[in-house]
C-alpha cells in the first residue's frame, strides 16, 4: 500500500513569508501527526489531528497551525517565517494513539530552508 | 511520559547481532515500549513495540526484563543498511505523540 506522502520535499522560502506543507496518510488511517526535526532540538512534537479535530498540540507558537480534511489528508501552515524555522518537517499517521500500542509510519518529511 | 536512557553510540560488525539496550526505570505498567529508527535523510521508521511479552517481527526482536525498567531491541544480523539512529520511547495510555530522546547511533562496520 502508498506510504505517506508529502509534498514538497524541498522548499526555500524568505522570512516573515508563509508556507504550506501538505501530508497525505496511509488509506485508512485517521490520526496524522505532524513533527519538527533540527539539529539542536532533534524530533519535536507540533500537534496531532484524529478525524479533522486537533486532539494534542506541542509547545510551539501560534505561527504554527495546522488542519486536516475530511480524507484525513492534513496541511500545516507557519506564517510570518523566521530563520530558526528551517527544519525537516515530518507528517505521520496512525490508526490510532501509540498509547494504545498503536506504530506510527512517517513520510519523508519537507525540508524548510529559511533565508 | 516516562523518560528513557539510551547510548549515545554503538557500533557493531556486519552480519553479527546487535543488542540495543533502553532503560526505562521510571515506566508505569500501562506504557508501552516502542522502537523507531531513522536513516539518514528519512522520517523515522517504525521497528517494533511491546508492553510486557518479548515481540518479534521481521525486522527485529524486543527483549523486555521481567520489572519492565529495561529492553533491548535485538538485530539478528546486522547490514549496512540497518546503520540509523534506533529511539527507544515509552508511550502511557493516553498519549497521542511520541516523544523523541537522542537515541542511539548504531554504526555498522563491513
Known amino acids: ?115 | 511520559d516516562a523518560k528513557t536512557t539510551q547510548p549515545n553510540s554503538m557500533e557493531s560488525n556486519e552480519e553479527e547481532p546487535v543488542h540495543l539496550p533502553c532503560n526505562h526505570s521510571t515506566i508505569s505498567g500501562t506504557d508501552y515500549i516502542h522502537w523507531y529508527r531513522q536513516l539518514p535523510s528519512q522520517g523515522p521508521e517504525y521497528v517494533i513495540h511491546g508492553l510486557t511479552s518479548n515481540v518479534n517481527n521481521r525486522m527485529a526482536s524486543l527483549a523486555i526484563a521481567e520489572d519492565r525498567k529495561s529492553s533491548t531491541l535485538i538485530l539478528h544480523r546486522a547490514t549496512l543498511r540497518d546503520a540509523a539512529v534506533y529511539y527507544c520511547i515509552l508511550a502511557s495510555g493516553s498519549a497521542r505523540q511520541l516523544t523523541f530522546g537522542s537515541g542511539t547511533q548504531l554504526t555498522v562496520l563491513p
Open chain 1, 1 to 115: 500500500k502508498a506510504g505517506v506522502t508529502q509534498t514538497p520535499r524541498y522548499l526555500i522560502k524568505t522570512r516573515g513569508q508563509q508556507v504550506t506543507l501538505s501530508c497525505s496518510p496511509i488509506s485508512g488511517h485517521r490520526s496524522v501527526s505532524w513533527y519538527q526535526q533540527t539539529p539542536g532540538q532533534g524530533l519535536q512534537f507540533l500537534f496531532e489531528y484524529f478525524s479533522e479535530t486537533q486532539r494534542n498540540k506541542g509547545n510551539f507558537p501560534g505561527r504554527f497551525s495546522g488542519r486536516q480534511f475530511s480524507n484525513s489528508r492534513s496541511e500545516m501552515n507557519v506564517s510570518t517565517l523566521e530563520l530558526g524555522d528551517s527544519a525537516l518537517y515530518l507528517c505521520a499517521s496512525s490508526l490510532e494513539k501509540p498509547g494504545l500500542g498503536y506504530g506510527y509510519t512517517f513520510g519523508s518529511g519537507t525540508r524548510l530552508t529559511v533565508v
